[in-house]
């Protein structure tokens, strides 16, 4: 979409054709392209300046990262593209370009441009704002094995399906987790807890499941999988590493959660 979009020097809206503006609804701001050349210019004005070789895979990076984030944008209402004239949106926005663009890994990639994707839509309450732009700085400090350990204690902590019935329904979920998130990394926990992922929370996940589906602890005792026994703990997920878990989940699975129920 933003491949061949010309990009300019200084960061300022409004400078280029509307393309995708909405006439239907009489939108006249910022432009999926107003935005992307603005990331652009953004990246370019603040980030260091390296050697040839090093500055080109930045360069490439940053592209790349900005090409994903309007991706992500094409279904969000453009009358919330205003957003991007914020400081703190501004700021935000920088440091996961300034991340990907030294790291770019496609985990990285994936992550980033979902948060800022979330940022955009849910740009209201202060502390969902905060979360995010905490979550933000600290997703490239975590490795997927990490995150994926962050989604298995949210879920297994925190999380209710209605749709489950039956015994078979639940063994059926778990399972589904267990495959999904195996490579969770249980001896994490003091490096995510460091980095404030986490919070003090009683928590016994056999009991848990008993008292919120209704079956017998004896039961889920039986069909539980022995990675799902192991979120047992003192501890939860913070409002940090609750954004964190829900963006992971968004990605590996088809689980729809909202996030303003969990950051409140």
């Known amino acids: 979409m933003c491949d061949n979009v010309n990009t300019t020097?200084?960061?300022?809206?409004?400078?280029?054709?509307?393309?995708?503006?909405s006439q239907e609804n009489n939108y006249y701001g910022p432009s999926l392209t107003d935005v992307y050349n603005f990331a652009m210019a953004l990246f370019r004005d603040n980030f260091p300046k390296l050697r040839e070789e090093a500055a080109k895979i930045a360069e490439d990076r940053a592209k790349e990262f900005c090409q994903a984030t309007m991706k992500k944008l094409e279904t969000t209402d453009p009358q919330k593209y205003v957003v991007f004239k914020d400081p703190d949106m501004q700021y935000v926005l920088f440091e996961a370009q300034k991340a990907y663009a030294r790291f770019g890994t496609n985990d990285m990639l994936d992550m980033l441009t979902e948060l800022i994707s979330t940022k955009v839509e849910e740009n209201q309450d202060m502390v969902l704002k905060v979360s995010i732009?905490?979550?933000?700085?600290?997703?490239?400090?975590?490795?997927?094995?990490?995150?994926?350990?962050?989604?298995?204690?949210?879920?297994?902590?925190?999380?209710?399906?209605?749709?489950?019935?039956?015994l078979e329904q639940?063994?059926?979920?778990?399972?589904?987790?267990?495959?999904?998130?195996?490579?969770a990394d249980f001896n994490s926990f003091f490096y995510v807890n460091m980095l404030g992922c986490l919070q003090f929370s009683?928590?016994?996940?056999?009991?848990?499941?008993?008292?919120?589906?209704?079956?017998?602890?004896?039961?889920?005792?039986?069909?539980?999988?022995p990675i799902i026994k192991e979120t047992s703990c003192d501890y939860s997920t913070s409002y940090i590493g609750a954004v964190l878990a829900i963006t992971n989940i968004r990605r590996k699975t088809d689980l729809e959660l909202d996030i303003n129920i969990w950051i409140n």
């Open 9 to 21: 020097q200084n960061a300022q809206f409004g400078s280029h054709d509307n393309k995708f503006v």
């Open 202 to 225: 009683l928590h016994q996940t056999i009991q848990y499941f008993a008292n919120t589906y209704g079956f017998s602890a004896d039961d889920i005792e039986a069909i539980c999988p």
């Open 133 to 166: 732009d905490k979550a933000i700085e600290i997703a490239p400090l975590l490795n997927n094995k990490q995150l994926d350990y962050l989604s298995l204690l949210f879920l297994c902590t925190r999380t209710k399906r209605n749709s489950i019935k039956t």
């Open 170 to 183: 639940l063994k059926v979920y778990l399972d589904y987790l267990a495959e999904t998130f195996k490579d």
